[in-house]
């Protein structure tokens, strides 16, 4: 397990305090076609590389140098100022879902609830990197995430996701804590696209 050299980045939004902790993706150079589709040699940050073997490659075993990285700077930036934790809702379905995952190891470590449920996905949609209108991304999330059964009221909130690019659902996930009275959130993203 190690700690991983990331370069983190004020957010704003709905919240107290936000941070995206780096990058995703250093570089990406366009190589060659296979088919119809360029393929690209892209250099990713460290906590990037271990995000996209995570997500697209089922490396579970990354899950601790992330969890070591991200519990590193919440102790140092927000030491006991977390009463739990609200991962964001993924927009991919898949049998194990990273930010949940992630999020579970986090709890674990800091000591907190995981909140997974106080927002809830109620209709699907495309991933949010894929649609370029701002406004059809809002109404998109406005249908599709709604406040859960979970409760945050009266709760210091981590509210965590693990790759944005516009921010769009990290924001709608912050409105709807704080209608169901969350007392404070702090956002966290481990890499931005963008």
Known sequence: MAVVHTNPESIA?????????????????????VGQHLQF????????????????????????????????????????RIDCVVPAPPSVHR???PVVSIAEELGRRLGV????????????????????????????LSEAIRV??????????LLFDDLIESGATLRR????????GSKEIRALVLTRTK
């Open 13 to 33: 939004g709905p919240w107290l305090e936000g941070f995206v902790l780096d990058r995703h993706a250093i570089s990406s150079v366009p190589t060659h076609y």
């Open 148 to 157: 859960g059964t979970g409760s945050v009221a009266a709760r210091r909130v």
């Open 41 to 80: 040699e892209t250099v990713r940050s460290p906590l990037g590389e271990l995000l996209y073997r995570l997500k697209y490659r089922g490396a579970q075993e990354g899950i601790a140098d992330i969890a070591d990285t991200v519990v590193e700077f919440v102790e140092a930036r927000w030491h006991s």
């Open 95 to 97: 049998s194990v879902q």
């Open 173 to 180: 996930v912050a409105q709807l804590l704080n209608q169901a």
């Open 113 to 140: 609830r995981i909140v997974a449920d106080a927002v809830v996905k109620v209709k699907g949609t495309p991933q949010m990197k894929n649609v370029d209108d701002v406004q059809e991304r809002t109404a998109m």
